[in-house]
């Protein structure tokens, strides 16, 4: 008799065991679907977003201010990513880094940022801010040796507005007028395969899309005989572009790693339709003088490299370096050149965890990360290139949803920096930016066993 019932007994409790783990692994494939679901509506949603990531006077020239590829881990520490690789956060710099992640795993990521920017000139200031999306990708396996991604992310942004006043004796005060707005969005499939041990490589193919609108107008007195001219020139942007990636891991003992890696992007021609409409006014009359669409125009993207690494101990500390070059000297737009010169970039990383695994102390397994970034921009205005520094720094905060071994982390980082001088008639910069990225990290291809 007491047998029997303590049968029954263990016997209910496997199978309201069993069921409980049905129920759990039904609401995981569940949650699965609705992240994935939830990512794709983002993403259309996100391609349709206006980007207003800039209000720089800068962002006249060539494509506009061309952003940072800001991403969770790597924002933190300066930009840092050719040489960097994890099994818990995508890279968007190195596609052959897709091949570190977890063979199970889906990996889901969306950021904004907020900019705050004071503008300086020799004599007067302004302030502005800007609020917006930064980025929003996935991750996951194809096989055990080929992983794949796919996302959006601002590539450049185009918000001016500047506002000049002469006076004529014999025509009073002649205003001019310079606006600019639009920018072009990136899309990108990203695919890693790792052929042999210790080497992976990647490829990204994005779409390169969105207007770029300038115009300009000159506003003479309303009562005077001369009429006021406008002009308006909108460059719609559409094609493809290829980046490539390598990643080399050096084997050492005692769980240290070295990590080697490069970057490479293809000289493309973006196809772009040229648009251009000048018109005067004046005296109650609009006279269109020119209206022009011109559908085989284009812009060429330079040729772009770079090279970096990263050292460290695992769970513990990474450091690591970055340069990047881009010969922009050899862009062109709708054909013709603009103020530009060959950009560089030199970013150095580290981020250090006190105690990855410990079971009390929230604050050891907290990722703290730094990093420094130079460059040398791609403008070079009235004899001189422009230069910018940041100073970086964030947290990567672990979230545990449940016992599943998921890796959900929220990523803060903060960028103080300069751009630009007040030196020759300019514009200096100086600019806070505060980040914020959701990681969430999802099991695929998972088949739960019993005993």
Partial sequence: MGLTLFWSFKKNNIWDYRKNMRFKIKVRNIYGKITLLSAFMLLLVSSGWSQDLTSSPYSRFGI????????????????????????????????????????IAFLFEVGILDKFTRFSTSDQSS???????SYLAMGFPVTKWWSASLGILPYSGVEYSIADTDFNPLIGNIESYFNGD?????????????????????????????????????????????????????????????????????????????TLGGIFEN???????????????????????????DEQSSIILPMAWGTGFTFGKKNKFTVGFD??????????????????????DFILGMEYIPDAFSPIRYSKR?????????????????????????????????????RFPRKHSINLSAEFGKRGTVNNGLISEFYGLLSVQLNLHDIWFYKPKYD
């Fill in 64 to 103: 506009g201010d061309i952003f940072t590829k800001n991403y969770g881990r790597g924002q933190a520490m300066g930009g840092l990513g050719i040489g960097l690789h994890s099994d818990r956060d995508l890279n968007v710099i190195n596609p052959a880094s897709l091949a570190k992640m977890d063979s």
């Fill in 182 to 258: 639009g920018g072009v969005s990136q899309f990108f499939i990203s695919q890693s395969v790792s052929p042999i041990k210790h080497i992976s490589l990647g490829v990204n193919f994005s779409y390169l899309f969105g207007p770029i609108n300038h115009s300009k107008s000159l506003i003479f007195p309303s009562d005077s005989l001369f009429f006021s001219t406008h002009a308006r020139n909108s460059s719609i942007i559409g094609d493809i572009h290829l980046s490539y990636g390598v990643q080399a891991d050096i084997p050492l003992n005692d769980n240290y790693f070295l």
């Fill in 127 to 133: 302030i502005a801010n800007n609020i917006g999306f």
């Fill in 366 to 402: 907290v990722r703290y990360r730094a990093g420094l970034r130079y460059s040398k921009s791609y403008l070079q205005l009235k004899g001189s290139q422009l230069q910018e520094f940041g100073i970086n720094f964030g947290v990567g905060l672990p979230v545990s949803m449940d």
């Fill in 323 to 344: 340069y990047t070059q881009q010969n922009w000297s050899n862009a062109e737009f709708v054909g013709q050149k603009d103020s530009l010169a060959n950009s560089r």
């Fill in 267 to 293: 000289q493309s021609n973006l196809h772009t339709e040229s648009r251009k409409l000048v018109y005067n006014t004046g005296q109650g009359i609009v006279d269109t003088l020119l209206y022009s669409i």
